[in-house]
T-cell receptor, first 114, second 114 residues
Framework: AQTVTQSQPEMSVQEAETVTLSCTYD???????LFWYKQPPSRQMILVIR??????QNATENRFSVNFQKAAKSFSLKISDSQLGDAAMYFC???????????FGTGTRLKVLA | NAGVMQNPRHLVRRRGQEARLRCSPM?????VYWYRQLPEEGLKFMVYLQKENIIDESGMPKERFSAEFPKEGPSILRIQQVVRGDSAAYFC????????????FGPGTRLTVT
C-alpha cells in the first residue's frame, strides 16, 4: 500500500531561523505530484508548495522550498526566515499511484519561538 | 474567484441525528472530493464525485454515509444516525476538469457528536 511518512511529530525553530521538515513516501508511479499543506489552528488546509516529480528542479515559493530526492523518495520542506505565523501543522501529501486520492502523512507540528 | 466553500463550518449533532455537510466547488471545477480528518491524524480520502456521478467511494464507510453532487447546487455529504466516532473535520476539495491532482481544499466542517 502506498504510504507517506512524516517521522517528526513536532519541531521547534527560533524566529528568523531555518527549519527542515522531512517526508518520505512510497509510490510505484514514475510521474506524480507531491504537496506540502499547512494547517493553522483555524484547521484550514493551505497549499504551501507543490512539486512535480518529472521536474528535477526543486520547487520554491518565497521562503518555502523543497529538497526532492526522487530516488530516495524523499520530499523535505525547508522554511527560511521562520515567522511566528508559520506555526502550524504541516502535512505532506502524495496522490496514490495513478489516482487522485491524496495520501497524507500524520503531520509535523511546527512551533516558532520568539 | 472564490475558493471552495463549505458550510456549516461547525456542526453539532446528538447521537442518532443526521448531519448534512455542503460543499460548493471553485468556479469552473466539476470534480469534488471529500476527506475526513480524525483528531491528531492526517486527512483520509472518502469519495470522489463528478456532477451526478459517484466515481469512487472506496473510502466511505459502508453504512450511514452517502454523498451526492447534483447537476445544480452543492455537493452534500450525508451522515445518518451519527455516532461519537463520526466527530471529525470533513474537508471538501475540488479540481478542474482533466486535472485531478490539482485539488483545492475548502475550510472544512468540524462535526461534533454529543
Amino acid at each position: 500500500a502506498q504510504t507517506v511518512t512524516q517521522s517528526q511529530p513536532e519541531m521547534s525553530v527560533q524566529e528568523a531561523e531555518t527549519v527542515t521538515l522531512s517526508c518520505t513516501y512510497d509510490t510505484s508511479e514514475s510521474d506524480y505530484y507531491l504537496f506540502w499543506y499547512k494547517q493553522p489552528p483555524s484547521r484550514q488546509m493551505i497549499l504551501v508548495i507543490r512539486q512535480e516529480a518529472y521536474k528535477q528542479q526543486n520547487a520554491t515559493e518565497n521562503r518555502f522550498s523543497v529538497n526532492f530526492q526522487k530516488a530516495a523518495k524523499s520530499f523535505s520542506l525547508k522554511i527560511s526566515d521562520s515567522q511566528l505565523g508559520d506555526a502550524a501543522m504541516y502535512f505532506c501529501a502524495c496522490p496514490t499511484s495513478g489516482t487522485y486520492k491524496y495520501i497524507f502523512g500524520t503531520g509535523t507540528r511546527l512551533k516558532v519561538l520568539a | 474567484n472564490a475558493g471552495v466553500m463549505q458550510n456549516p463550518r461547525h456542526l453539532v449533532r446528538r447521537r442518532g441525528q443526521e448531519a448534512r455537510l455542503r460543499c460548493s466547488p471553485m468556479k469552473g471545477h466539476s470534480h469534488v472530493y471529500w476527506y475526513r480528518q480524525l483528531p491528531e491524524e492526517g486527512l483520509k480520502f472518502m469519495v470522489y464525485l463528478q456532477k451526478e456521478n459517484i466515481i469512487d467511494e472506496s473510502g466511505m464507510p459502508k453504512e450511514r454515509f452517502s454523498a451526492e453532487f447534483p447537476k445544480e447546487g452543492p455537493s452534500i455529504l450525508r451522515i445518518q444516525q451519527v455516532v461519537r466516532g463520526d466527530s471529525a473535520a470533513y474537508f471538501c476539495a475540488s479540481s478542474p476538469p482533466g486535472h485531478p491532482y490539482e485539488q483545492y481544499f475548502g475550510p472544512g466542517t468540524r462535526l461534533t457528536v454529543t
